[in-house]
């Protein structure tokens, strides 16, 4: 068993570090403060191949595995100090997975390439107001007619939503009779479609760079050509976006967690106190020492969860492991942070108290701590 990263993937990590540093921590805090996507920054995560990690070759992306993915979007995170623009980035990434597997041959060379340049910008729809982690509660209906679908209903809280030019919708169909999940479809949505819509940017109080709104289906005709996978596939296409999708946020979360153990190693080893660096006391050791050992042990949950994708395996109990895991270590890491930095980490100039409000979401998006908990708990029986 290997636990080192190999050529390739030591030189992907020390570009993208560098490129992010240089390219994209520039008006970060006032990004922030106004809640601004910066799209010319996205532009330069697209031509630095990041939005195309995950896509096929024969498509102008990247090719790569799982694994290396996830180190690159680690080295992203790192590097970048926009948590809500690495989010956008992990969520493309996600659309682009499923429409790899899920798509057709037209599907994918229509879309592929231009999700990938960064041309085109993706959202998955999933969460509506009454059906969060409770998906088989979803409203939004796909009534099929004999040459289209139509879709009726909305969803919530969905990140790229206001700017997304093709969203990937999960819908039930109305005669669907399946008791699990059977009868819910996923289709493919294309911004300017008549009917589809998007609501402005919400307010949040972290990740404010990254946009979410809610979606509006008014009887939209959706071809059957459109649809993504196949009829009544909705429920394990879910099942397999959500395993993804918590393997990249948890090697985002562990970039984020490596940059602020590091600032505060920096600053304990600066700061003067009672004639002594604050390091040396036992309170402000232990904090750091807690976020390391977080970081080494969510790093070995992480390449075992990318691993077992890569093996085109099932991950369910080990991406909620991981995502609860990391999730609650970033939020207690940051929260640490400020409590190292003291008065200066409540400021906004020291960076960190933006992070801290970041890293609550990543407790809930993607399913909730308690939702993992239960996922945990049902795998073992109980």
Known sequence: ??????????????????????????????????????????RKCAEMGLLGLLTPEEYGGLGQDLTSAAISLQALSYGCEDSGLTHAVVTQLCCVVLLNQYGSAEQKARFL???????????????EPDAGS??????TKADASSSAYLLTGGKVFISNGPLADLVIVFAKDSEGKSSFGGDISCFLLEKGTPGFSAGKPLAKMGLRTLQNSELFFDEVAVAQEAMLGKRGHGMFIFGEAIEWERVLMTAAHLGTIQRVLEKCVSYAKTRKQ?????????????????????????????YKMAWLKDQGKRATLEASIGKLFVSESLKSACLDAVQIHGGYGFMQECELERDLRDSIAATIYSGTSEIQQNIIARMLGL
């Open 1 to 42: 068993m290997d636990f080192s990263l190999n050529d390739t993937q030591l030189l992907q990590w020390e570009s993208i570090v560098d490129f992010s540093r240089r390219e994209l921590n520039a008006e970060v805090r006032n990004d922030d403060l106004q809640g601004t996507f910066p799209l010319p920054k996205w």
């Open 113 to 127: 390439p231009k999700l990938s340049s960064g041309e085109l910008i993706a959202a998955q729809s999933i969460t």
């Open 134 to 139: 409770d998906v088989l509660s979803m409203r």
């Open 274 to 302: 009672f004639g002594k660096e604050i390091g040396q006391n036992q309170s402000v050791a232990n904090k750091i020492g807690a976020m390391k050992v977080n970081l080494e042990l969510g790093k070995l949950m992480l």
